[in-house]
């Protein structure tokens, strides 16, 4: 008799280097791992080697983990898959080739159509973890006037982004995250007043994401975004 499954959201979920029998501490509402942030249920599984530091250098040997992965949150019930990396949009069309649900890997899906909703003249802020590894391949971006009307940011030298590549990743206080983004996003605005839109590509910012569209007063899309408009679009 096959197993009873229930419709979900499907996160591929990195190695935490947690000891075992450990659990991860709960999501807060807000995280991509919360159901309470779509009400919808979330399942995970975790992607076999895809270590914080090897999964944002997009390492080709993990393309067969991720498959894998992703074709066991379809068996339990998956009707979206995600990733809780947004540097695994490496990965986009060899999990999206493998199963026959709605693959959004990474926000970075939503850049071509964010650029055609603004002005020619407006630029497009794009906000991740680790400007140092984020190469332009990743962007998904061919034509140089669009490439032009990106600029790309970083938290690399922030709490947050420090905590998150210990093993076991450390938990760090939202308002921490906060004050980490805030000061990115406004080194961004200094330098490029054009900015008239943000892409948040780290997993780890929806949960602030409220507060930095109230401060900046500008639109401000995340993986959740994403998610919340692809699961809206299911029967």
């Known amino acids: 008799m096959a197993l009873k499954t229930t419709r979900s959201l499907g996160i591929l979920d990195l190695e935490r280097?947690?000891?075992?029998g450990a659990k991860p501490p709960a999501p807060e509402r807000g995280s991509l791992m919360s159901s309470a942030t779509f009400d919808f249920p979330v399942i995970s599984e975790t992607v076999a080697g895809a270590r914080a530091d090897v999964a944002m250098r997009s390492d080709p040997e993990l393309?067969?983990?991720?498959?894998?992965?992703?074709?066991?949150?379809?068996?339990?019930?998956?009707?979206?898959?995600?990733?809780?990396?947004?540097?695994?949009?490496?990965?986009?069309?060899?999990?999206?080739?493998?199963?026959?649900?709605?693959?959004?890997?990474?926000?970075?899906?939503?850049?071509?159509?964010?650029?055609?909703?603004?002005?020619?003249?407006?630029?497009?802020?794009?906000?991740?973890?680790?400007?140092?590894?984020?190469?332009?391949?990743?962007?998904?971006?061919?034509?140089?006037?669009?490439?032009?009307?990106?600029?790309?940011?970083?938290?690399?030298?922030?709490?947050f982004y420090k905590n998150v590549?210990?093993?076991?990743?450390?938990?760090?206080?939202?308002?921490?995250v906060e004050k980490d983004v805030a000061a990115c996003v406004a080194r961004l605005r200094a330098a490029n007043p054009e900015i008239a839109a943000i892409v948040f590509t780290c997993t780890?910012?929806?949960?602030?994401?409220?507060?930095?569209?109230?401060?900046?007063?500008?639109?401000?899309?995340?993986?959740?975004?994403?998610?919340r408009s692809t699961l809206s679009s299911l029967a």
């Open 165 to 176: 590549m210990k093993s076991p990743p450390v938990p760090t206080d939202a308002a921490d």
């Open 63 to 159: 393309e067969p983990a991720y498959v894998a992965a992703a074709r066991r949150l379809v068996e339990r019930g998956a009707v979206v898959i995600s990733s809780y990396c947004g540097f695994s949009i490496r990965y986009q069309a060899a999990v999206a080739a493998s199963v026959n649900v709605p693959v959004v890997m990474s926000s970075l899906l939503l850049l071509p159509t964010l650029l055609r909703q603004l002005s020619p003249a407006a630029k497009l802020a794009v906000v991740t973890s680790d400007s140092t590894l984020f190469r332009e391949d990743l962007l998904g971006i061919s034509r140089p006037d669009e490439r032009a009307r990106i600029v790309i940011g970083g938290i690399e030298d922030g709490v």
């Open 17 to 20: 280097g947690l000891p075992p």
């Open 204 to 227: 780890g910012f929806p949960v602030i994401t409220p507060a930095i569209r109230r401060a900046t007063g500008l639109p401000i899309y995340d993986i959740t975004t994403l998610c």
